[in-house]
């Protein structure tokens, strides 16, 4: 180790002759000043706010930045000397060397080595200047979260030298004391032997977004067996409400065929094809995935992904996950379910919690309806912003407002996107009549016109009558619905398109109940706000 340590001083100082001008500055609108030791940035091109702790750095490496660290395009990274100086200004958790808080006293990697001489001779100079942290790293994020209502968070956590795969051991992570497997299974399916520190990211669940919200966020790292596998983090970059062009990064593999496969940190699925072939969008850096199938047992990959953007890729080789599944009895999946936020959905029906839940995964709950009253009826403009939402996921563009916008009853953004991409006409030339109710054929009629524009090349609103046939073809007829004769002629191919690709159900006695019809002081049959996310989420699901 002193040997180590006494060849990696001569490399600093032959480092040092080549590069006498010191550090290198970097900075970039997404992330600031890369050495700063905090950072929070409002409105950047990734989120509508960016905090990160800790220095960009690669772990206290003088030279990394300059010799091309980027952990944002996980291009070309390469291995970092360890231990390092320690710099006391580093917020705690970040740039240590940990072992956790059940350590043994054994060592099972070099970290460990060095922690554990580090315990053993507290007074020695060497080990006393280099960087070490006890029991669990804890990293505690604390920001202004004001005036910013959680849609989505992003949490990155830039990480090195875990090793579950090699030593077993079992990484534990909690989010302000609560139990966050999502991240942790990503820091047991990786094996980071190197040491190259890559940034994980994970989509936190609706259920943490008060914790989200409140301004402080503790992320505690452990490991429970106490092997003695060091372990380090760089820095940890929280995005909320990202955008998802975050995702600059893509990988495909093969599995087996029709098996489910997650990207870990989320709750992402994938069907593999007829011949197992899968493909992810994923944030550049470490990734893993799960093959899983009835009769199978599941099957983890992990690798690197790089982005799309910045340089040729030449020199990187890119990751394609091969998992093989074996007959037998899996493992059950995380539910993501359990972490979903009881407070968004409280206004809904319990049925309908489950496919909500997906959609806010999927980005398609609108913001007029988050935490809304779900079981009441949607109002026109409520629902353009469904159809919005609906448009932007199966398209993977972003809608945009029309320039001149033809009504004097609304100004809804969501509305003006609706009527740019060609799926939602006004009520009349200059009125789109926004609080005015739909029924359940309208609804399922105005979703279709979302999928009909981007699958029959040249279709308008206008035109919509002579894509008649082109749009038959697509779907294969299903059994009538018992009350047909009330569907009204112009909603019929749209309910039946829904009906025959799982999207709509009937209400009960094989009713599909397209309109709206008056019983006593009651008025029912209006499509309400969860019936039409549910139809936008199936949408996704099933046609996406
Ligand atoms: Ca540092
Ligand atoms: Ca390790
Ligand atoms: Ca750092």
Wanted: proline share 4%; charged share 20%; aromatic share 10%.
């Amino acid at each position: 180790m002193k040997k180590r340590c006494f060849a990696l001083f001569l490399a600093l100082i032959f480092a040092l002759a080549l590069l006498p001008t010191g550090a290198f500055a970097k900075s970039d609108g997404t992330n600031g000043d890369w050495s700063a030791k905090t950072v929070s940035l409002r409105n950047t091109a990734e989120a509508e706010l960016m905090v990160r702790v800790g220095d960009i750095d690669a772990l206290n490496e003088e030279y990394a930045i300059e010799d091309g660290y980027d952990p944002f395009t996980a291009r070309s990274q390469r291995s970092h000397g360890y231990p390092w100086e320690k710099d006391d200004a580093d917020p705690a958790g970040t740039d240590r060397i940990y072992v956790g808080s059940h350590w043994s006293g054994d060592a099972s990697d070099g970290y460990g080595g060095n922690y554990q001489g580090w315990k053993e001779y507290p007074e020695d100079e060497w080990y006393s200047s280099c960087a070490f942290g006890d029991g669990a790293a804890l990293i505690t994020m604390d920001y202004d979260a004001s005036g910013i209502s959680v849609k989505n968070a992003l949490l990155q956590i830039c990480i090195d030298d875990f090793q579950a795969l090699s030593w077993d051991s079992e990484f534990s992570v909690t989010l302000n004391g609560k139990d966050a497997p999502f991240i942790a299974e990503l820091l047991n399916q990786v094996d980071q032997t190197g040491p190259t520190s890559y940034i994980t990211s994970a989509i936190i669940p609706s259920g943490f977004f008060a914790e989200i919200a409140s301004g402080k966020l503790v992320i505690a790292i452990d490991e429970r067996t106490g092997c003695g596998d060091g372990f380090a983090v760089d820095f940890v970059k929280l995005l909320v409400n990202y955008k998802q062009d975050v995702f600059t990064g893509s990988f495909s593999g093969h599995t087996e065929p029709g098996a489910t496969v997650r990207l870990l940190g989320t709750s992402t699925t994938v069907t593999a094809s007829a011949s197992g072939g899968f493909t992810f969008e994923a944030v550049p850096g470490l990734n893993a995935v799960r093959a899983s199938k009835d009769g199978y047992v599941e099957s983890y990959a992990y690798g690197i992904v790089v982005s799309d953007k910045g340089g040729t890729g030449d020199e990187d080789e890119l990751w394609e996950p091969w998992l093989d599944l074996d007959e037998g009895q899996g493992r059950a999946d995380i539910d993501f379910s359990q972490f979903g936020s009881t407070a968004a959905w409280e206004n809904a029906h319990s049925w309908a919690k489950p496919e909500l839940e997906e959609g806010a995964a999927l980005g398609l709950i609108p913001d007029c309806l988050q935490g809304a009253d779900l079981t009441a009826p949607i109002t026109r403009a409520e629902f353009a912003a469904v159809s919005v939402k609906l448009y932007e996921a199966l398209s993977g563009t972003p809608a945009e407002p029309v320039a001149v916008n033809p009504f004097t009853d609304t100004d809804d953004p969501e509305v003006l996107k609706a009527f740019n991409i060609g799926v939602t006409n006004g009520m009349s030339d200059t009125t789109f009549e926004p609080d005015t109710l739909i029924n359940r054929e309208q609804a399922a009629t105005m979703l279709t016109r979302v999928y009909k524009r981007l699958n029959l090349e040249g279709w308008t609103l206008e035109t919509d009558g002579s894509f008649k046939d082109a749009f038959k073809a697509l779907f294969t007829m299903p059994a009538l619905f018992a009350d047909d004769g009330e569907i009204s002629s112009w909603a019929k191919d749209s309910v039946y398109f829904m009906a025959a690709n799982g999207i709509v159900n009937g209400v009960g006695d094989n009713c599909f109940a397209p309109k709206l019809v008056s019983s006593g002081e009651e008025t029912l049959n209006f499509a309400t706000r969860e019936q039409a996310l549910l139809m936008s989420v199936r949408t996704v699901k099933n046609l996406g």
